[in-house]
């Protein structure tokens, strides 16, 4: 199969192929300090009490600064708000090009350059700075070391490491660098140098995940398994992690933990593609090994724990940062290339996205998920037939069920709601061929028919579904808000959604349903209260917005429904809702004999 890319809006379908990761009870995976501690040079660890995030544009500028840098900070920080990191990179450099003596110059040049994704100019920027300018800015530091490890010498990285105890926003990826540095000639060092931190577990799970890395690559599986025994215990759900956890169990013979971990895996995080990777080779009758991971290898996966999860929400320029030195130190870590692509999408940066996608190997138990993801990344560049090859291309392939669900979601996204329904259909006749039922596929294959207009047949898989799994939020307010706007036993409908909502009561698109469901009966001064409530939890979903907006008219409040109306046009409506909105825009709603929903009865 040839690469998704030849390289010259996001999918609203639900991402289902990203590494995951939950912390413990109590804690976030906010690695941000303040911009008083970045610019300060304060050598204790960050407060993890009261984390903030990171933002480049937020590093003070200096009070010294010449007009020409100022303005070339002015412009960068404008480059950084429209989103053009590259020419944020450009304006970082040429400012410290102008102020080669000021050190947080240098931290703003380097780590805009590892925003940018180019780490070749980054340590270019940290080698030729002055000695003592660089040892005074943490990101040049980091830089450095990273390309002293990725070259193996390991010395050096540490000597440089150990200065860089102090960088407060870095401390957890200084720590676990210096650990396994140190861990090549002393492995019991390396472990030593994770031992918990008193009054701090942010990072206490990591810490003993990365232990047990080191533990495997001295050849100490025992020791190894309880470490990520530990690790799980405290809430670690990331997709590398838990492989190898699985992996060992495995060589140890204990096949009912290995079924108990992947059960409460997929229960935690929803299916990964690490772990139906093992399972797929658990049901061969032979799992390989764990990989016993080399000094650059560990510690390239011990950036991309810190770069996982929480963090590309929190902080996602320190995201971008060690997903990037990540790859620097460990070029054949798929996960981190996914979660680089994904946080590269967050940003709309979406061919840099795809040329993250095109270095995945055909080999790799990744290549087909990224394949899929460069699917949804085409249709939003607006290359549908390239993004339709590549679905057909896929379905001719064996895949699991993860990968089956997100392409029947990329045939939707293509309107090609059929051919989601016949590979849905296949794997459900499968399922049945072995006795067994899955009331996802139905739900699915029933979401798929209610779009191609197939009422009974939706209809049946939905009862069916909801047989197998009575109190599922997002297939009761399915079945519900299908029987209301079909007009089917309404009320039953409308106390359907009421239990979806009592289950998952913050869900901003079951209380938009409720809302709409309301709407549809009459209930306008109710449906506004839902509907006001739904876009307060989600003020960018156009759909709701849409639907307020109806509300609004119907409740002779032209002026507010018309100002919805005009905002969810600015929040990337699909093509079909686009034309429904500017048709209100311009005439409103149908004065009489009419709800007006044409084009707004997409079900969720």
């Known amino acids: 199969m040839s690469a998704v890319v030849a390289l010259p809006a996001r999918s609203d379908v639900r991402p289902l192929l990203r590494s995951h990761r939950r912390l413990p009870v109590g804690s976030a995976m906010v690695l941000g300090v303040s911009v008083a501690l970045i610019s300060g040079g304060c050598a204790s660890a960050p407060e993890v009490s009261s984390p903030v995030t990171f933002d480049i544009a937020d590093l003070p500028t200096p009070t010294a600064t010449p007009p020409e840098a100022y303005g070339d900070y002015l412009a960068a920080r404008y480059a950084g708000l429209v989103g053009d990191t590259r020419a944020a990179a450009s304006y970082y450099r040429q400012a410290f090009d102008r102020t080669p003596e000021d050190a947080l110059a240098l931290d703003r040049a380097v780590a805009s350059a590892l925003i940018e994704g180019d780490v070749p100019t980054a340590q270019k920027l940290a080698a030729g700075a002055d000695p003592s300018v660089a040892a005074a800015s943490g990101f040049a530091g980091l830089v450095l070391a990273v390309e002293e490890i990725a070259e193996a010498r390991n010395r050096r990285a540490s000597v440089r490491l150990q200065a860089l105890a102090g960088d407060a926003l870095n401390a957890a990826a200084v720590r676990y660098l210096g650990a396994y540095v140190l861990a090549e000639a002393n492995p019991d060092g390396g472990i030593d140098r994770l031992s918990p931190v008193a009054g701090q577990r942010l990072f206490a799970g990591d810490d003993i995940a990365i232990q047990a890395f080191i533990h495997l690559s001295a050849g100490r599986g025992d020791q190894a398994l309880a470490a990520f025994e530990e690790a799980w215990r405290l809430g670690v759900r990331l997709g590398v992690i838990t492989d190898s956890h699985l992996r060992l169990l495995a060589m140890s013979g204990d096949f009912d933990r290995a079924a108990a971990i992947l059960a409460a895996y997929s ?3 929803g299916p ?15 799992a390989s090994p764990p990989p016993r991971l080399t000094t650059r290898q560990g510690a390239g996966v011990a950036l991309y724990t810190l770069s996982a999860g929480d963090l590309r929400a929190a ?3 320190l995201a971008l940062i060690y997903l990037h030195l990540s790859l620097r130190l460990h070029p054949g870590l798929d996960a981190a290339r996914m979660d680089l692509a994904a946080a590269l999408t967050d940003q709309n940066r ?42 057909s291309t896929l379905a001719s392939m064996r895949i699991g069920r993860t990968l089956t669900f997100r392409l029947a979601d990329l045939y939707m996204t293509l309107e090609r709601p059929a051919l989601a329904e016949e590979i849905l259909s296949r794997m459900i006749a499968g399922d ?3 006795g067994r039922a899955d009331w996802k596929a139905l739900f699915e294959r029933a979401r798929v028919r209610e779009r191609q207009g197939l009422w009974s047949d939706a209809e049946r898989d ?7 799994a009575p109190d599922q939020p997002e297939l009761l307010n399915f079945l519900g808000f299908f029987w209301v706007d079909r007009g089917f036993n309404p009320e039953e409908g409308i106390r359907l959604i009421r239990r979806a909502l009592a289950r998952d009561p913050e869900a901003p698109h079951i209380i938009d349903s409720l809302g709409w469901a309301l709407y549809r009966l009459g209930a306008l001064e109710e449906a506004i209260e839902q509907l006001e409530r739904a876009s307060e939890l989600a003020p960018a979903d156009s759909l709701i917005g849409a639907h307020l907006g109806d509300a609004y008219w119907r409740s002779d409040r032209r002026l507010e429904a018309d100002h919805e109306w005009r905002r969810a046009l600015t929040l990337s409506p699909s093509p079909s809702l686009e034309a429904d909105l500017r048709q209100r825009i311009e005439r409103g709603l149908p004065d009489a004999g009419s709800s007006g929903t044409t084009g707004l009865r997409r079900l969720r």
Do not use: C
């Not at 939905?462 to 197998?468: H, K, S």
């Open 267 to 269: 229960a935690d995080t």
């Open 272 to 286: 990964a593609i690490e772990t139906e990777a093992f399972a797929a080779e658990l049901a061969g009758g032979k």
């Open 462 to 468: 939905l009862l069916r579904a909801v047989e197998l």
């Open 350 to 391: 979406i061919e840099e996205a795809l040329m993250q996608i095109a270095a995945i190997a055909p080999g790799s138990p990744y290549y087909a998920a990224g394949q899929a993801e460069g699917g949804f990344l085409l249709h939003r560049l607006g290359r549908d037939p390239d993004a339709l090859s590549v679905a």
């Open 432 to 434: 049945e061929a072995g």
């Open 315 to 317: 902080n996602p320029q």
